[in-house]
């Protein structure tokens, strides 16, 4: 089974904050994902990376950036964070050529 | 630019009863549909996608390119569908590259007792 770890499920912080949130697949897919998931928005496509140290901004990437240093681990960063960004936020993987995505259990994130 | 669009954001029906949850979208291209099911306190997962015709847990849909549709039915609800679904789409021209999905915004299924 597609293994997608997500480092914390619930984090609080404080607004002006450097956060990082880390998600870690174990089945050596290329593709990584990060998405935020809101009530009455469905889920958003923040930034999607498809090899190690390449990324593509999606449809709401103002506020965020990525890292994608090894394979299997794919990091986002809120440079600055403010309590706009207190959402829930997923991150999937799948590999090249597939159309699956697999998702990990989610980060909620609060921003106070 | 592509668009999935998901009517109604609860639909609460009765145990037996049909379900029919509708999904249009906009895309100029060739696209790849999906349904995703998120169930309580459980991961988003893929329930079904259009090019493989199955049907899963009971669910089917097909795509009407001329409507430009997708919706998920099932003929008989059971209390376990009870959740949280969303339609979404991919472009198959990019030969299942890196791009992400566009999601709905997802319509909450209630299956009342």
């Known amino acids: 089974d597609v293994k997608v770890t997500q480092s914390s499920r619930y984090l609080v912080k404080r607004t002006g904050e450097k956060v990082f949130l880390e998600c870690v697949q174990d089945?050596?897919?290329?593709?990584m994902f990060w998405y935020r998931q809101d009530p009455g928005l469905g889920l958003r496509l923040i930034y999607f990376?498809?090899?190690?140290?390449?990324?593509e901004k999606g449809d709401i990437p103002e506020g965020y950036s990525v890292s994608r240093e090894k394979k299997e681990r794919f990091s986002l960063i809120l440079e600055s964070a403010s309590t706009n960004q207190t959402s829930m936020y997923l991150c999937?993987?799948?590999?090249?050529?597939?159309?699956?995505?697999?998702f990990g259990p989610g980060t909620r994130l609060t921003v106070t | 630019a592509q668009r999935v669009t998901q009517p109604e954001k609860l639909l609460s029906v009765f145990k037996g009863a049909p379900v029919e949850l509708k999904c249009n979208y906009s895309?100029?291209?060739?696209?790849?549909l999906f349904w995703y099911v998120q169930y309580s306190r459980q991961r988003l997962q893929l329930l079904l996608r259009?090019?493989s015709r199955e049907s899963i847990k009971g669910f089917t849909a097909d795509l009407n390119k001329g409507e430009t549709s997708f919706h998920l039915k099932k003929p008989f609800a059971q209390e376990e569908d009870s959740a949280m679904y969303y339609c979404?789409?991919?472009?198959?021209?990019?030969?299942?590259?890196?791009?992400?999905?566009?999601f709905g915004k997802g319509t909450h299924l209630i299956i009342q007792p």
């Open positions: 999937a993987s799948r590999r090249r050529g597939e159309y699956e995505q697999y």
């Open positions: 089945m050596d897919h290329e593709n």
């Open positions: 990376s498809y090899d190690v140290k390449m990324k």
């Open positions: 895309y100029s291209g060739s696209p790849e």
């Open positions: 259009h090019i």
């Open positions: 979404a789409l991919s472009d198959r021209g990019s030969g299942g590259g890196a791009d992400g999905l566009t």
